[in-house]
Structure formats: structure tokens, C-alpha cells
T-cell receptor, first 116, second 116 residues
Framework: GAVVSQHPSRVICKSGTSVKIECRSL??????MFWYRQFPKQSLMLMAT?????????EQGVEKDKFLINHASLTLSTLTVTSAHPEDSSFYIC????????????FGPGTRLTVT | AQTVTQSQPEMSVQEAETVTLSCTYD???????LFWYKQPPSRQMILVIR??????QNATENRFSVNFQKAAKSFSLKISDSQLGDAAMYFC?????????????FGEGTQLTVNP
């Protein structure tokens, strides 16, 4: 159990457009979901934490108006990159937790975003 | 703020040999969790092993074991009988015991190469 999916796995979009990435917990309810960004050969950088039904908490330096996060249900969180630019090209990974007291995060397979 | 440091950007090991990956962390908390994650070329994050800080016994999972030194804030991963499939980026991660957030703090990663 504890499977997390992400869609799409790869996306290419034109500069100035918006793109939405979905993160779903397939076999459990995820009270908390996390969004990470990872550049090549680097570590995961936490962008934001979202709790179902409430506003996401963004890390310092992450533009909340550019990276819109919605966690409308216990199995789905979305990350929308608005007005994308080439520097937003990266690998985006989500993870899900059963709740604040759960020690484990279950990771999605990631989404590679390329902005042309 | 908690920090996690992996001082070995790259390591290599011969197949069937043993390798140890280093990790140190800094925290003022007494209760927390430590993890080792593996990220193969597929980029899927895979939990290798976890350690609860209150447990004195070192965690083991088959060929993977840790050396947890709480006073020294050290958490190394030993891979025995290395296999070609162990080649990956390995991340050490820390999580507070506190019930709010359950966010992970990752180290910079160690790229492990397994030579046949």
C-alpha cells in the first residue's frame, strides 16, 4: 500500500503559460502533502506543505502567487506553475503523509517540467 | 533550524563489498526520526531505512544497517554485499517528532557507484 501518483510525468510548455501537476494518494488518505523541487544532481528542496482544506504553507523564497497549491481533498493536491519561464524548468516531486503524527512520507514518481 | 550534512558527494564500491555513507545533523530536539532514502536513475524516492532517536539499537534492513550515534549527531548507512542495483543517489533526512508538519530536511546527497 501507500502509493502516490503524479500526473503528468513529463510536460513541456511555452513560456508565459501555466501548467498544472497533480499528486494523488491512491490507497490512503493524505492529510498532508508536500511539494519539492529538485535540480539535476542536487537535493530535494521543499517548496510548500499543504494540509487538506487549508492554505498551503510556503517555504521562504518560494513565490506563492507563482506556485499555486491546492489540496481540496484527502487524496489530491495540485501544483500550478503560473506564467512559467525557462528558469522554472525542473523536476517536481510530491509526497504524502497520513497525518502530522505519521513519521513516513510516501513519494510520487516526479514530474519533469520543461519550459521553452 | 535543523540541518543535515552529507560530506561525501560521491562514493564507489566494488560489487559484493561493503560501503559506508556518512551523515551528520544538527538539532536541539531530543526526539526525532532519521531516514536514508535511495533515488535511482528513475528519480523515484525509496525509503531504505529509518531510525527513531529514542531507540538505542541501530536499525537494520537486510543488507542495510545504520550506525546511529546520538551524542555525536551522526547517522551513517552501511551497505553490505553491494549489488549493482544499489547504485543510486542516497539522501539522509531528518524529521522532528513534533506532531505538526512532519516535514523532512534532506542532506545534499551521496552518489553511489557500484563497480562490477
Amino acid at each position: 500500500g501507500a502509493v502516490v501518483s503524479q500526473h503528468p510525468s513529463r510536460v513541456i510548455c511555452k513560456s508565459g503559460t501555466s501548467v498544472k501537476i497533480e499528486c494523488r494518494s491512491l490507497d490512503f488518505q493524505a492529510t498532508t502533502m508536500f511539494w519539492y523541487r529538485q535540480f539535476p544532481k542536487q537535493s530535494l528542496m521543499l517548496m510548500a506543505t499543504s494540509n487538506e482544506g487549508s492554505k498551503a504553507t510556503y517555504e521562504q523564497g518560494v513565490e506563492k502567487d507563482k506556485f499555486l497549491i491546492n489540496h481540496a481533498s484527502l487524496t489530491l493536491s495540485t501544483l500550478t506553475v503560473t506564467s512559467a519561464h525557462p528558469e522554472d524548468s525542473s523536476f517536481y516531486i510530491c509526497s504524502a503523509s497520513r497525518g502530522p503524527s505519521s513519521y513516513e512520507q510516501y513519494f510520487g514518481p516526479g514530474t519533469r517540467l520543461t519550459v521553452t | 533550524a535543523q540541518t543535515v550534512t552529507q560530506s561525501q558527494p560521491e562514493m564507489s564500491v566494488q560489487e559484493a563489498e561493503t560501503v559506508t555513507l556518512s551523515c551528520t545533523y544538527d538539532t536541539s530536539e531530543s526526539d526525532y526520526y532519521l531516514f536514508w532514502y535511495k533515488q535511482p536513475p528513475s528519480r523515484q524516492m525509496i525509503l531504505v531505512i529509518r531510525q527513531e532517536a529514542y531507540k538505542q539499537q541501530n536499525a537494520t534492513e537486510n543488507r542495510f544497517s545504520v550506525n546511529f550515534q546520538k551524542a555525536a549527531k551522526s547517522f551513517s548507512l552501511k551497505i553490505s554485499d553491494s549489488q549493482l542495483g544499489d547504485a543510486a543517489m542516497y539522501f539522509c533526512a531528518y524529521r522532528d517528532q513534533e506532531t505538526s508538519g512532519s516535514r523532512l530536511t534532506f542532506g545534499e546527497g551521496t552518489q553511489l557507484t557500484v563497480n562490477p
